[in-house]
């Protein structure tokens, strides 16, 4: 059966319907505020004459801070991504009550990450600032706008995907405070998760042809939000040195449980097309175990040649 949009979208309203009361009675509120510790913090200079920012202001790891400003600017890139979601699936019924209430909790991580980081000087606010405008003006194009499953599919691993990103930056900061802030977000990006991933499970019993190839497609081709972030190779590259976000997480921790999680591989009834697809994201699976483990071994050579530096 080949299910066109317009008819995916109606198919999936009663379970955006049931998927959002879901995530309502689970979503816990929060506050930005109580997470800052306000009484640490100190004018700036400029305007109000305070102490300029100093790389010392703050104990956290480079690499934490590299990985904090990345996690900020995809967060704060949010009116693209609304843009994008709302014009594809609509702002009626559930559909449109979803995309507002997701829009809403995604604001609430920008908010609490900036206000953290100014307050604690952990990163300098000018440069922050900067890559702001420049990461904003870029804005974010869907890479399957007509492609509602793919979308879908997408979005269930990016949010898992900064599920782990936001919990190991928390870790990597050595910073109680701000590894329970974000934890914190880490868990409404785990909602988030569920909720598309639940979605696509669904899509999945309507059109496991498509579904499958819109998986096979995604997965081949996946990159963050936050891939045109300026020097995001560089930024990406030290996180993953770090640890915070490597393809190794990427694949076990992020494509794998929820790939698990839609029994894409032990699904059956699929017609020749959707076992190309299937074939074709076993392949890259593979490919991506290979270069993981090409990347863990030249990690670790790298740490070692560190430790043997006098
Ligand atoms: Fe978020
Ligand atoms: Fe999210």
């Not at 319907?17 to 510790?37: C, G, I, M």
């Not at 194009?141 to 782990?164: G, K, W």
């Not at 590894?179 to 309507?206: G, I, S, T």
């Amino acid at each position: 059966m080949i299910v066109d949009q317009t008819a995916l979208l109606i198919e999936l309203e009663p379970v955006v319907a049931e998927n959002l009361d879901r995530h309502l009675s689970l979503a816990k509120e929060w506050f930005p505020h109580e997470y800052v510790p306000w009484s640490e913090g100190r004018t700036f200079d400029g305007l109000l004459n305070g102490e300029p920012w100093r790389e010392d202001d703050s104990a956290i790891p480079d690499v934490a801070r590299t990985a904090l400003i990345v996690n900020l600017l995809t967060e704060d890139n949010l009116p693209s991504y609304h843009h994008e979601i709302a014009t594809l699936f609509g702002r009626d019924g559930a559909w449109g009550t979803w995309v507002h209430r997701w829009t809403a909790e995604e604001g609430r991580h920008g908010i609490a990450l900036r206000d953290y980081l100014t307050v604690t000087r952990a990163v300098d606010p000018t440069a922050l600032e900067r890559a702001r405008m420049t990461h904003m003006q870029a804005g974010y194009a869907n890479a399957h706008p007509e492609e509602m499953m793919h979308s879908i599919a997408y979005v269930a691993f990016q949010e898992l995907a900064t599920r782990i990103s936001h919990r190991n930056t928390g870790k990597a900061t050595g910073d109680p405070m701000a590894e329970q802030l974000l934890a914190r977000v880490a868990a409404d990006e785990n909602l988030h998760m569920v909720f598309y991933r639940n979605l696509l499970a669904a899509a999945f019993d309507l059109d496991a042809d498509k579904a499958m190839r819109a998986v096979a497609d995604v997965v081949a081709g996946f990159e963050m939000p936050g891939a045109n972030i300026e020097g995001f190779q560089r930024r990406a590259l030290s996180i993953a040195l770090a640890g915070i976000y490597d393809l190794r997480q990427h694949r076990d921790e992020v494509l794998q449980p929820v790939l698990r999680q839609w029994n894409v591989f032990g699904r059956t009834g699929l017609t020749a097309e959707g076992e190309k697809a299937r074939d074709e994201l076993a392949a890259h699976m593979e490919s991506l175990d290979v270069q993981a483990t090409r990347f863990e071994e030249k990690r670790e050579a790298r740490r070692l040649r560190q430790i043997q530096k006098p």
